[in-house]
């Protein structure tokens, strides 16, 4: 793997994660040296989200933050803890609403709680015209119907991303045609893993991102992830799609631009 590509993105990290808390400094710092220039740090629940954009006070240079409420955490919410997400995301440095979607691997939450959550949430970023970090396991039907029903930003082929994409390449060539994105994280790497992979070969170049989704989805289990390991995702994005990890970066970064874009 490449020690340096300059110019790429993470475009999924909760640096504010706990996990975090004792080295997040040295965390950017790393990343920055490894080339990374932008890192999307989404909320998954209301204080995660301000965290986030507390982080992108910090660091305006490179850390990026969206406000939202995942799937997990859908039955956390009444009404004004809505209130004050939608306040939180008319804060002008909010770059996206996310992460939101539909988990029915784990239901953390009950479905009819994450589907209202996820349709309140895709609303809230049509009517601020903002992109959209979503979240999908075991739920391809559903989240391919809802962002294929989305209003939000029409005009625009930057409406959102499917984080960690866990699906084919069937789907991820529907949501590329319905102007979203695909980002990879390092279990596109994973042999078994042969909807992402092939999803990963089949994308025109400027139709998908790489990510982390740091702390989660490392290559240790018992280890934390952190930004840097993007350059590994892209070095196997690259393999996949025989070329070389620097040719992705310009790609990469361009859509990246273009999803933040207000
Ligand atoms: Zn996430």
Redesign the pocket.
């Known amino acids: 793997m490449p020690g340096r590509l300059a110019g790429l993105v993470d475009s999924?990290a909760?640096l504010q994660h706990e996990r975090f808390d004792g080295d997040r400094d040295e965390v950017v710092q790393r990343a920055a040296d490894a080339g990374i220039e932008r890192i999307m740090v989404?909320g998954w629940d209301l204080p995660s989200s301000e965290a986030a954009l507390e982080l992108a006070a910090l660091h305006p240079q490179i850390i990026h933050a969206a406000v939202g409420v995942h799937p997990h955490d859908a039955a956390s919410m009444d009404e004004s803890a809505w209130g004050r997400l939608e306040s939180l995301a008319r804060d002008p440095a909010v770059r996206a609403i996310g992460?939101i979607g539909l988990d029915f691997f784990r239901n953390l939450s009950p479905p009819d709680a994450q589907r209202e959550a996820f349709a309140r949430q895709l609303s809230l970023a049509a009517s601020l015209g903002m992109a959209v970090l979503v979240?999908d396991r075991d739920a391809h039907a559903d989240v391919t119907e809802a962002l294929e029903a989305w209003p939000g930003r029409l005009a625009s082929n930057h409406r959102g991303v499917l984080?960690a994409f866990s699906g084919d390449a069937a789907m991820a060539l529907r949501l590329s045609d319905a102007g979203f994105l695909v980002s990879f994280a390092l279990p596109v790497a994973f042999r078994s893993a042969i909807g992402p992979r092939d999803a990963a070969a089949s994308l025109a170049a400027g139709r998908f991102l790489v990510e982390t989704?740091s702390p989660y989805l490392g290559p240790d289990r018992d280890r934390r992830n952190e930004p840097t390991t993007v350059l590994r995702v892209a070095a196997r994005l690259a393999r996949l799609r025989e070329t070389d990890p620097a040719e992705l970066v310009g790609p990469i970064r361009a859509a990246y631009d273009a999803l933040v874009t207000r």
């Open positions: 999924h909760h989404p992460e979240h984080h989704d």
